[in-house]
């Protein structure tokens, strides 16, 4: 089976083409071709991301893309006829989207039908602006090559997206098959979640933020300190300095939100209002004032986070981790899960760098697990839901 996915949850707009191999018992997954264009440095003005700039910048990039994943093959003026047949109902679907129907149906008009069995496009969660616009473009493409489509959950994506290594394109999943059930955590700039992972498809979020998520908390504590959006990277070289220097903390006590709570959840607004009230308090901070913020907002994100994911751990009788979201690019985030892991002797799996952030591969992975419950359909009516849950 092959899967193109299209990805335009939040200021990543990507494209994927992955093979799916389900001549062994366990599926192996193939990167065919992969486009992606980050939008982070148009939004860094904003000091985050845009909605209404991000819808606009999906359109504009999603046929560039398309051209660039070099998969659908350029063959002349064969497509013409497709063209004259669906050009009216491509034009209506992308009516919201200013210019997208005029490039594709230039594109289309000197591109052959690729060799795909199933588009798979992100509905959600993410900005419903961003989502629709890659619910149109797939569903025109769907109309137009008379391809079926499913809608995919973004967050099934992250949950996924450690089955395919970038060094290793065939990974097999029989080596996680007898750890269920596993625990997802997926942190990201957008999401903060603990899901039980019955298995692949069967899914219960038992615990998420009640405000801001990790990577937002670090980009809010980064502004607090004049830092550049996104800060998180920022916030993380300031915090592993001071570790490495030993600076010695003398003023500042920040709260660990939620941490003594009998839920799996998280709130991580409270710890930023927490640095802004300090860092008022302090006045005009030093370099190394700053590197104690950020050490101790550091600090008190991982003290919640591996106390959470240790009660899941245990309360649950987790077998294995599964860990997914930019934020794992946090290579102290990362060894401590590593250190909760073997403290529990169950196995961890992180995705590649490239797999973490936002990407349309995971969803593409993502799709092939949704096809086992969900039936393809041409141009089907799929709805943008922002704030789709991974619950059923
Ligand atoms: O998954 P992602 O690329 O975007 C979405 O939220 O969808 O994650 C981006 C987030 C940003 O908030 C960024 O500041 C954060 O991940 N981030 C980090 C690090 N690198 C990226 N946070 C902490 N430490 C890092 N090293
Ligand atoms: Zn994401």
Same mark, same amino acid.
């Given at each position: 089976?092959?899967?193109?996915?299209?990805?335009?949850?939040?200021?990543?707009?990507?494209?994927?083409?992955?093979?799916?191999?389900?001549?062994?018992?366990?599926?192996?997954?193939?990167?065919?071709?992969?486009?992606?264009?980050?939008?982070?440095?148009?939004?860094? &003005?904003?000091?985050?991301? *845009? !909605? =209404? @700039? %991000?819808?606009?910048?999906?359109?504009?990039?999603?046929?560039?893309? +398309?051209?660039?994943?070099?998969?659908?093959?350029?063959?002349?003026?064969?497509?013409?006829?497709?063209?004259?047949?669906?050009?009216?109902?491509?034009?209506?679907?992308?009516?919201?989207?200013?210019?997208?129907?005029?490039?594709?149906?230039?594109?289309?008009?000197?591109?052959?039908?690729?060799?795909?069995?199933?588009?798979?496009?992100?509905?959600?969660?993410?900005?419903?602006?961003?989502?629709?616009?890659?619910?149109?473009?797939?569903?025109?493409?769907?109309?137009?090559?008379?391809?079926?489509?499913?809608?995919?959950?973004?967050?099934?994506?992250?949950?996924?997206?450690?089955?395919?290594?970038?060094?290793?394109?065939?990974?097999?999943?029989? &080596?996680?098959?007898?750890? *269920? !059930? =596993? @625990? %997802?955590?997926?942190?990201?700039?957008?999401?903060?979640?603990?899901? +039980?992972?019955?298995?692949?498809?069967?899914?219960?979020?038992?615990?998420?933020?009640?405000?801001?998520?990790?990577?937002?908390?670090?980009?809010?504590?980064?502004?607090?300190?004049?830092?550049?959006?996104?800060?998180?990277?920022?916030?993380?070289?300031?915090?592993?300095?001071?570790?490495?220097?030993?600076?010695?903390?003398?003023?500042?006590?920040?709260?660990?939100?939620?941490?003594?709570?009998?839920?799996?959840?998280?709130?991580?607004?409270?710890?930023?209002?927490?640095?802004?009230?300090?860092?008022?308090?302090?006045?005009?901070?030093?370099?190394?004032?700053?590197?104690?913020?950020?050490?101790?907002?550091?600090?008190?994100?991982?003290?919640?986070?591996?106390?959470?994911?240790?009660? =899941?751990?245990?309360?649950?009788?987790?077998?294995?981790?599964?860990?997914?979201?930019?934020?794992?690019?946090?290579?102290?985030?990362?060894?401590?899960?590593?250190?909760?892991?073997?403290?529990?002797?169950?196995?961890?799996?992180?995705?590649?760098?490239?797999?973490?952030?936002?990407?349309?591969?995971?969803?593409?992975?993502?799709?092939?697990?949704?096809?086992?419950?969900?039936?393809?359909?041409?141009?089907?009516?799929?709805?943008?839901?922002?704030?789709?849950?991974?619950?059923?």
């Amino acid at each position: 089976m092959k899967i193109l996915s299209i990805e335009t949850s939040c200021d990543e707009t990507a494209l994927s083409v992955v093979e799916v191999n389900e001549s062994t018992q366990d599926p192996t997954f193939d990167i065919l071709a992969s486009s992606l264009y980050s939008q982070a440095s148009k939004h860094a &003005e904003f000091g985050g991301v *845009f !909605p =209404a @700039l %991000a819808k606009r910048e999906h359109a504009r990039n999603l046929v560039p893309l +398309l051209a660039e994943l070099d998969y659908v093959q350029k063959l002349g003026d064969r497509s013409e006829e497709i063209v004259e047949n669906t050009k009216k109902e491509v034009e209506d679907i992308l009516v919201r989207e200013p210019g997208l129907a005029e490039a594709l149906i230039e594109f289309i008009s000197n591109h052959d039908k690729p060799d795909v069995d199933v588009i798979a496009v992100t509905s959600g969660p993410g900005l419903e602006p961003a989502l629709w616009v890659g619910i149109n473009f797939a569903r025109a493409l769907s109309l137009i090559w008379q391809i079926p489509m499913i809608p995919v959950n973004h967050m099934e994506g992250h949950i996924v997206s450690f089955l395919l290594h970038k060094n290793d394109t065939n990974t097999n999943i029989e &080596e996680l098959n007898a750890s *269920f !059930p =596993a @625990l %997802a955590i997926l942190i990201s700039g957008g999401h903060t979640e603990l899901v +039980l992972v019955k298995n692949f498809g069967d899914y219960e979020v038992i615990g998420q933020t009640t405000d801001d998520a990790i990577g937002e908390a670090y980009d809010k504590t980064a502004r607090l300190l004049d830092l550049p959006y996104p800060g998180g990277p920022h916030i993380a070289n300031l915090a592993q300095q001071a570790r490495g220097e030993g600076v010695e903390n003398d003023w500042l006590k920040l709260p660990r939100p939620l941490l003594h709570s009998p839920d799996y959840n998280f709130s991580l607004s409270g710890l930023k209002t927490a640095v802004l009230y300090a860092v008022q308090k302090r006045g005009d901070l030093s370099d190394n004032d700053k590197k104690i913020v950020a050490q101790e907002f550091e600090q008190s994100v991982v003290d919640v986070l591996i106390k959470k994911s240790r009660k =899941a751990i245990e309360d649950y009788n987790i077998q294995s981790c599964i860990v997914g979201g930019g934020v794992i690019a946090n290579q102290f985030i990362r060894d401590n899960l590593q250190i909760l892991a073997d403290e529990q002797n169950i196995p961890i799996f992180f995705p590649t760098q490239e797999l973490s952030t936002d990407n349309a591969t995971m969803i593409a992975i993502a799709g092939y697990f949704t096809t086992k419950h969900t039936e393809p359909e041409i141009c089907p009516d799929i709805v943008a839901q922002g704030n789709l849950s991974l619950n059923k």
